[in-house]
T-cell receptor
C-alpha cells in the first residue's frame, strides 16, 4: 500500500520555539494531506486540510497563525507549530487519501511533541 | 457534539474467541465507515471499510456490520489473536465532499489474552 513518511517521530522543544513536522508521500502524489492531533486516550481531531499549491483549510477553533501548513509539492506537506507552549504538547499525525472508493487514508507514523 | 462514538474504551477477550467492537454515529450524511488499527506511538493503519449501501463486508478474520437504521456498526474479529491487541478506531467519511477526510471515534483498546 501507499506509504506516508512522517518526521520526526518525536521532538522535545522549549517554550517559545517553533517546530516543523514533515510528511512525505513516498510512492504516490499526495495532492491532499490531512493533519490531525490526538490527545491521550482521545480521538484524532482534524486540524486542517492542506492542498498542493493552495492555502490550507483549517477546522473551526484551530489557529492558522500558530499551526502553519505548507504543501509546496505533491510529495511534501509540513506543519509548523510556532511559538510552542506546553499545551501544544500532543501527538500530531498526517494522512493522505488512498485511491480506493472507500474513503480510506494512509497515515504517517505520527510525531510526539513535548514542549517544556 | 461527537458524531462518531465508541462507548467501550476497552475490551478484553481470550485468544481464539470473537472480539466485537461497536461504534455509533449521528450524521446521516456519512457514506463510508472505516476501521483503523493503531499501535502506541504509530499512525493508524486502515483495516476494513463498508459503504453505506451495504450491511456487511468481510475480509479474512475481520467483518464489519452496518445497521444504517440504528446508525450502528460493529467490527467482528474471529478468531482473535494476541497480535490483534491494539487500539481500534471507528471512522466515518462523507466521500463525496472530501475523500479520505474522516471523523473518528475515541477508540477501543482491545486486549487479546493468550
Amino acid at each position: 500500500g501507499a506509504v506516508v513518511s512522517q518526521h520526526p517521530s518525536w521532538v522535545i522543544c522549549k517554550s517559545g520555539t517553533s517546530v516543523k513536522i514533515e510528511c512525505r508521500s513516498l510512492d504516490f502524489q499526495a495532492t491532499t494531506m490531512f493533519w490531525y492531533r490526538q490527545f491521550p486516550k482521545q480521538s484524532l481531531m482534524l486540524m486542517a486540510t492542506s492542498n498542493e499549491g493552495s492555502k490550507a483549510t483549517y477546522e473551526q477553533g484551530v489557529e492558522k497563525d500558530k499551526f502553519l501548513i505548507n504543501h509546496a509539492s505533491l510529495t511534501l506537506s509540513t506543519l509548523t507549530v510556532t511559538s510552542a507552549h506546553p499545551e501544544d504538547s500532543s501527538f500530531y499525525i498526517c494522512s493522505s487519501p488512498g485511491q480506493g472508493a472507500g474513503g480510506e487514508a494512509f497515515f504517517g507514523q505520527g510525531t510526539r511533541l513535548t514542549v517544556v | 457534539d461527537q458524531q462518531v462514538k465508541q462507548n467501550s474504551p476497552s475490551l478484553s477477550v481470550q485468544e481464539g474467541r470473537i472480539s466485537i467492537l461497536n461504534c455509533d454515529y449521528t450524521n446521516s450524511m456519512f457514506d463510508y465507515f472505516l476501521w483503523y488499527k493503531k499501535y502506541p506511538a504509530e499512525g493508524p493503519t486502515f483495516l476494513i471499510s463498508i459503504s453505506s449501501i451495504k450491511d456487511k463486508n468481510e475480509d479474512g478474520r475481520f467483518t464489519v456490520f452496518l445497521n444504517k437504521s440504528a446508525k450502528h456498526l460493529s467490527l467482528h474479529i474471529v478468531p482473535s489473536q494476541p497480535g490483534d491487541s491494539a487500539v481500534y478506531f471507528c471512522a466515518a467519511s462523507e466521500v463525496g465532499t472530501n475523500a479520505g477526510k474522516s471523523t473518528f471515534g475515541d477508540g477501543t483498546t482491545l486486549t487479546v489474552k493468550p
